[in-house]
């Protein structure tokens, strides 16, 4: 089974909603546990890795810029 991808500061949807009724969270810091910040009350909550993978449905924003080209210097 392939690992899901996902990086800090994404916005990933969770199989069961947070009590204020969103299920979306930011993921605000990653390592051994990592912490997701609910976008609707900006609750936090540190969540081991194993049981973040096992409930994380998919990534609905991620913060890595969309690479499209090449860079322009300094215009």
Do not use: W, Y
């Amino acid at each position: 089974m392939e690992r899901k991808a996902f990086q800090l500061g994404d916005i990933v949807q969770m199989k069961k909603n947070h009590p204020c009724g969103s299920n979306e969270m930011e993921i605000i810091r990653m390592g051994m546990d990592i912490r997701i910040k609910c976008v609707g009350c900006k609750h936090s909550v540190l969540v081991p890795r194993a049981k973040f993978e096992k409930n994380m449905r998919k990534v609905l924003r991620s913060a890595a810029p969309e690479v499209e080209g090449t860079a322009q210097d300094g215009q």
